[in-house]
């Protein structure tokens, strides 16, 4: 099964509205990841939130981790056309070049 | 800034073929690591070197084969292709192992097998 997974599965909101996708796992992490992929593009991370921070701002982005409830979120604010993409969190639970667990996406579509 | 280079970038193989992937890391990065993502799914951990060793390995065929070389550069070699071996393969790259390295991505190589 999936170390992380997202929801909701998609997600349609009209431009200048906030986006919120949340991601659960199910082991400790040393550290939550969040990329973005536009459609059949490569992965860009986004944001990398430590297991011993529970908030985290970059620009328009906002990320929350709850270690106690597994889960973490990703706010977009005033979103624009451009954030239309696949948004995924990925796990690294440390340890060695184990890679990382990347949950199922939402995808965001921004309607202008 | 240098970014991790991924060859060829389109690929379109027949079934029971051979492909190889190539990947070039950011320079000075140690650590490579190969995903799969097939249409409409997440990616998925395939394998990883650090240092020219194989350092972990996940959901990887044994039709699979990888090796990072003395120049960093890796390579996944994909034999008796499948239908389903269609997919996204992103190499990414970082430097250690760890901790709270950030991977960088390369644009993938989308393979198709015909």
């Given at each position: 099964s999936q170390q992380g997974e997202e929801d909701p599965q998609a997600l349609s909101i009209q431009e200048g509205e906030n986006a919120t996708m949340n991601c659960s796992y199910k082991t400790s992490i040393n550290n939550l990841q969040w990329y973005r992929q536009n459609s059949g593009r490569g992965l860009v991370h986004l944001i990398l939130i430590r297991s011993n921070e529970r908030e985290k701002h970059s620009g328009r982005l906002r990320v929350t981790l709850d270690t106690s409830k597994k889960s973490s979120s990703l706010l977009i604010t005033?979103?624009?056309?451009?954030?239309t993409a696949s948004y995924f969190c990925a796990t690294d639970v440390g340890g060695g070049a184990d890679g990382l667990t990347f949950g199922k996406g939402t995808h965001l579509i921004i309607q202008p | 800034a240098a970014g991790v280079i991924q060859s060829p970038r389109h690929l379109i193989k027949e079934k029971r073929e051979t492909a190889t992937l190539k990947c070039y890391p950011i320079p000075r990065h140690d650590t490579v690591y190969w995903y799969q993502q097939g249409p409409g799914q997440d990616p998925q951990f395939l394998i990883s070197f650090y240092e020219k060793m194989q350092s972990d390995k996940g959901?990887?065929?044994?039709?699979f084969s990888a090796q990072q070389f003395s120049d960093y550069h890796s390579e996944l070699n994909m034999s008796?292709?499948?239908?389903?071996?269609s997919a996204l393969y992103f190499c990414a790259s970082s430097l250690g192992l760890g901790g709270n390295t950030e991977a960088f991505f390369g644009q993938g190589t989308r393979l198709t097998v015909v």
């Open positions: 005033a979103s624009r056309a451009a954030d | 959901s990887i065929p044994d039709r008796s292709l499948e239908l389903g071996d």
